[in-house]
């Protein structure tokens, strides 16, 4: 927690409440620009690699050099969130990441790049990653007051979902007008613009005192994780979506094989996905502090599966679009509403390493989404594959509703005393 956190704020709660805070207000736009820069990068990254391989497997084998460092580090990258400064740490991986990134534009624009090098490049980045994930999402709620934190969740929701509205676009522009390279240099700039944010922030995040060894307080926050029904469901069923849904992987296989629409209409359909993240993202931000997080959660994931699946047989491009817009929105529903509960449910001395262990489901096992279609695809097909992962989703959605009711009866208004209530109140109790 900051020294000078804002205090809590009495007046009503409007829409876009988190961004009368500066200090969020810089984080939020230094992040989407940062991540329109992420997405161009990932488009540029998974059209290379595919025209270099012409092949499913090796496309997504990418997943698993990003995998492999988030599900080694995931756990570990959290506790650092917890015992140092998350501001000082994210200054240092984002000015890695721009070296990086500047790096992998230069080789390619030198037309020497081989798929090699892109694997290792992904292996890096993943790995310094893995410390920039926790650290970022345990930054934002010192940034404003507790009572507008579900405001600042929604909000935060556009910075991955609605970066994907210009992102991929500009990333087929870039394809289209400078080769690949260029929006590996436009990545490289944007990481630019979060350290001069993260510069110009009064807030800090000093280290809490660290009493323990960095291996017990890791264990801690896994029994502690272990603890919590809730959070527990809710990764899992991020960790089931991560591998069975949406990927990269997946929808250049649709523009390159099945749509035949090249680089233009692979931008396209990551833009449709970006449109309906803003509309679900607008959508969830109108709810207000609507308490019932939980039944919106439980819903928009079962939506989101059913959308994915119906995508697998639309029998146009058109179609596939509109399919995509929906899926887009429904996933940034979901996304918000466990964002939401996550942050609600976790105590500050335990943020970092949650918001670990959640990269860990997300980023972590989202790369082997990659992977599983890489391999999936060549046995059944890309639009079999699609429907199957969609009604995968739905159906744990449905067992982990039925099997852990906490989730969807949670309301974040009862959350407001979580810590005093005791459902962990002590580090002790779950470091046994």
């Known amino acids: 927690m900051t020294n000078d956190s804002p205090k809590p704020n009495p007046q009503p709660v409007g829409r876009l409440a988190a961004f009368r805070y500066r200090d969020f207000r810089l984080f ?40 492999v460092p988030a ?40 037309g020497t790049i081989q798929a090699w090098q892109i694997y290792a490049f992904t292996f890096i980045s993943a790995s310094v990653g893995s410390f920039d994930g926790p650290a970022r999402q345990a930054l934002f709620p010192s940034l404003i007051p507790r009572s507008v934190l579900p405001n600042a969740v929604a909000l935060n929701s556009l910075l991955w979902k609605g970066a994907a509205l210009l992102g991929p676009s500009l990333g087929g522009i870039a394809i289209s007008l400078m080769g690949t390279s260029g929006a590996f240099y436009a990545n490289a700039a944007s990481f630019c613009v979060v350290v ?16 323990r060894h960095f291996l017990t307080e890791t264990k801690a926050g896994f029994n502690y994780i272990l603890s919590q029904p809730i959070i527990l469901g809710v990764m899992i069923m991020e960790g089931v979506s991560s591998v069975f849904g949406l990927d990269h992987a997946m929808l250049t296989i649709f523009a390159s094989d099945v749509f035949r629409v090249g680089a233009s209409g692979f931008g396209f359909l990551q833009s ?57 929105a429904t996933d940034t529903i979901w996304s918000a509403a466990r964002g939401t509960i996550l942050q609600l449910t976790t105590p500050e001395k ?31 097909g890309a639009r079999e594959a699609t429907v199957f992962g969609g009604l995968l989703v739905s159906a744990v959605t449905l067992l982990i509703a039925w099997r852990t ?21 002590d580090e002790k109790k779950v470091a046994r």
């Not at 329109?36 to 290379?48: E, H, I, K, R, S």
């Not at 001069?196 to 009493?211: D, G, V």
């Not at 918001?355 to 997300?362: E, I, V």
């Not at 009711?405 to 109140?425: C, H, L, M, Y």
């Open 71 to 110: 599900i080694a580090l995931g756990l570990f990258s959290g506790t650092f969130a917890d015992r140092y400064d998350r501001k000082r740490l994210l200054l240092w991986t984002q000015l890695i990441l721009a070296v990086l990134t500047l790096g992998l534009a230069i080789l390619d624009h030198s």
């Open 272 to 328: 449709s996905r970006g449109l309906g993240a803003v509309i679900g993202s607008s959508l969830f931000i109108g709810m207000g502090q609507r308490p019932a997080q939980g039944k919106i959660l439980i819903v928009s994931a079962i939506l989101y599966g059913a959308c994915f699946a119906l995508f697998g047989l639309a029998p146009s491009f058109a179609l596939a679009v509109v399919l995509l817009a929906l899926v887009g």
């Open 196 to 211: 001069i944010a993260l510069m110009m922030m009064r807030a800090s995040s000093p280290a809490a005192e660290k009493q």
């Open 28 to 67: 939020w736009i230094s992040l989407f620009v940062s991540n329109v820069g992420t997405w161009m990068q990932m488009t540029a990254t998974n059209w290379l690699l595919y025209q270099l391989t012409h092949s499913p497997i090796e496309l997504g084998l990418n997943g698993i050099f990003r995998a």
């Open 405 to 425: 009711p906490s989730i969807g009866q949670f309301r974040w208004t009862d959350s407001a005393d979580w810590e005093s209530r005791g459902k962990v109140s």
């Open 350 to 380: 335990f943020r970092g390493r949650v918001m670990g262990a959640f990269q860990l489901s997300n980023r972590g096992l989202h790369p082997l989404g990659q992977t599983e279609t890489g391999l999936v695809v060549p046995l059944i």
